[in-house]
């Protein structure tokens, strides 16, 4: 077995620990540049490490010619090994997308970055079938030296490492993000999302490395399958992750041996990608704006890093659905977005996802955007958040049973997720069961009495049940803004009567409207529960044309029941289902 921090090739041998290339023993010479980029190739051998990783990791203030560098920089690389650019034994160069290791590696035992391992922790104790798993929220080894989004991302990315195993069914990050307390017991963690095992680490960054713990437990008893502590650059964070992906294959015995069970490649090389990356997820989790700005740099990072096109895609969606941009200008960008991730990956589900919220929210076509959900669960189908979207989408279309079981499913996948039980409240709602709607968002308000979305549609199960001052104390308890809350103040001030004030609340939402804002919907509730049809048609027109995020629920919203038997009703509706059908 090689010594721990060497990798052999042919007569060649790299020392990590020294920083040498030997042959047959004896040291060559060879410049710190070309000895970090043979450490990259042979990190991740057969695969191709971009030039701008390497160039990333060389020279990470950046210098003036850092093309003309790098080719001088592999050159010397080729010339030390004996190697020839035109047939080339181990450096083969990829034109304008970087180099790839092709030589036979002598691992004999080893990982691929053993320098990354500390040795004096515990192997597997024993290998076991597991069909269930989840990936818990990585914690801060010392809470003073936390790292919010890096934690995240760790999580985030192993969950993809592992998400395609054959046999062994993987809790998105939806389900286990709320486990991320410092004190959180893993065990109860895992009875709670039902799993077999759960994978627990930790996290401590000093400057420019990273330290890792993780181990891997069996629910039912505790019993430690498998643990490990890595500890490595910042920059070789791809790598640690890699070992842990396959050390928790190996204690799970699992064989990769189909396509569909071979864990996916890492999505970026690119260190500052990633890292950007994770941030907009963090943030993105948490539906800040400030999640645009963070993928916005990881894609200009790696612009073939498809899965931070695919969260700018969400983010910048997330603008428009939530009021915090007029969506006029957001949607058109985030579509390109999604177009851009599933250009570069057509098999990534967050990428059909994407696109497909975008043909709903923003084009109205909603046949499409259901293939579209429905693509992405055939690729990652333990997902709720693409059955919750499946599940809005086939409410629109008037399927509100079909909704139900979609949101219920989607529950079930993952149950410890509050806005799948409200979500299915508001199907309810929708077909007017406003008593079992009622109950059921008490109970999801029990568990957390600050939740905006369940507050908003408890308010309105109140307002259609006659309740307006329970309404209104419901909607005065929302902080964020949520789809559909323009016109729950509006709608309440008119059916009790308050007429001057729902007008001041048209007055509001019109001037929203003059800046680009999706008003015509929720004008046109408003004028409905004041007794204007005539007004509140017209605003409908209006809500096929500004992208009103509610537009879709005209058929089942009992806000609109008073307009339903009117003729330009019926107009504004076939309006909408034409453009569905040319979708």
């Not at 560098?69 to 004996?82: D, E, T, Y």
């Not at 098999?347 to 909603?366: F, I, M, S």
């Not at 629109?396 to 509050?418: C, F, I, N, S, W």
């Amino acid at each position: 077995m090689e010594p721990a921090g060497r990798i052999r090739f042919d007569d060649w041998t790299l020392d990590r620990s020294s920083g040498e290339l030997l042959k047959l023993g004896r040291r060559v010479r060879l410049a710190d540049q070309a000895f970090q980029i043979l450490d990259s190739l042979l990190s991740r051998p057969g695969e191709v490490i971009t030039r701008e990783y390497l160039i990333a990791r060389l020279w990470p203030q950046g210098i003036v010619e850092f093309e003309a560098s790098l080719n001088a920089a592999v050159r010397k690389l080729r010339s030390a090994l004996g190697d020839d650019a035109d047939t080339p034994r181990y450096i083969e160069t990829l034109p304008r997308k970087g180099y790839r290791f092709i030589g036979r590696i002598a691992l004999a035992g080893t990982s691929s970055r053993d320098n990354a391992r500390d040795h004096s922790v515990s192997p597997p104790e024993s290998k076991a079938n597991i069909g269930s798993l989840a990936v818990l929220p990585f914690k801060p080894l010392l809470p003073e030296s936390g790292n919010a989004a890096l934690e995240l991302g760790m999580t985030d990315t192993l969950i993809a490492r592992l998400s395609n195993l054959p046999g062994v069914t993987l809790s998105p990050l939806s389900s286990v993000r709320s486990y991320r307390a410092i004190d959180q017991d893993p065990l109860a963690a895992g009875r709670a999302l039902q799993v077999a095992a759960v994978l627990d680490g930790s996290i401590q960054t000093d400057r420019a490395r990273i330290r890792v713990s993780t181990r891997l437990l069996k629910v039912d008893d505790g019993r430690s399958l498998w643990s490990e502590q890595f500890d490595a650059p910042m920059d070789d964070i791809f790598t640690v992750q890699d070992q842990i992906a396959r050390h928790v294959v190996d204690a799970l015995a699992v064989t990769l041996t189909s396509t569909h069970g071979r864990t996916p490649r890492q999505p970026t090389l690119n260190p500052y990608a990633y890292q950007a990356y994770v941030s907009g997820l963090y943030k993105w989790q948490r539906r800040l704006p400030e999640a645009v700005q963070d993928f916005e740099e990881a894609v200009r990072a790696d612009p073939s890093y498809a899965l931070a096109w695919s969260g700018l895609a969400n983010a910048l969606a997330a603008m428009g659905v939530y009021g915090y941009s007029a969506p006029g200008q957001v949607f058109p960008q985030a579509h390109e977005a999604a177009l851009r991730a599933l250009a570069l990956d057509d098999e990534l589900a967050e990428a059909h996802d994407a696109k497909g919220h975008l043909l709903v929210q923003y084009q109205q076509r909603y046949a499409t955007g259901e293939e579209c959900y429905r693509r992405a669960i055939q690729l990652r189908d333990n997902v709720g958040e693409y059955w919750q979207r499946l599940a809005i989408v086939r409410a629109y279309q008037g399927r509100v049973a079909q909704a139900v079981a979609d949101m219920q499913h989607a529950q079930k996948l993952e149950p410890t997720r509050m806005s799948f039980n409200a979500n299915i409240a508001m199907m309810l709602y929708f077909e007017r069961e406003y008593t079992e709607a009622i109950s059921l968002l008490n109970r999801v308000l029990a568990l957390d009495s600050r939740y905006d979305h369940a507050h908003a549609l408890l308010g309105r199960c109140l307002l259609q049940s006659g309740d307006v001052a329970g309404a209104l104390r419901h909607f005065e308890l929302c902080a964020r803004p949520t789809p559909g809350r323009d016109a729950d103040f509006g709608r309440a001030y008119a059916i009790s009567g308050r007429v001057v004030e729902a007008r001041r609340e048209v007055e509001r939402l019109q001037q929203r409207g003059r800046e680009g804002f999706g008003v015509g919907y929720s004008l046109a509730t408003i004028y409905a529960a004041l007794g204007d049809y005539s007004q509140a048609c017209d605003a409908l027109e209006m809500a096929l044309r500004d992208c009103s995020q509610t537009i879709g629920f005209l058929q089942v919203d009992p806000a609109l029941d008073g307009l339903r038997d009117s003729t330009a009703f019926a107009r504004v509706a076939q309006q909408l289902y034409d453009t569905q059908r040319s979708g």
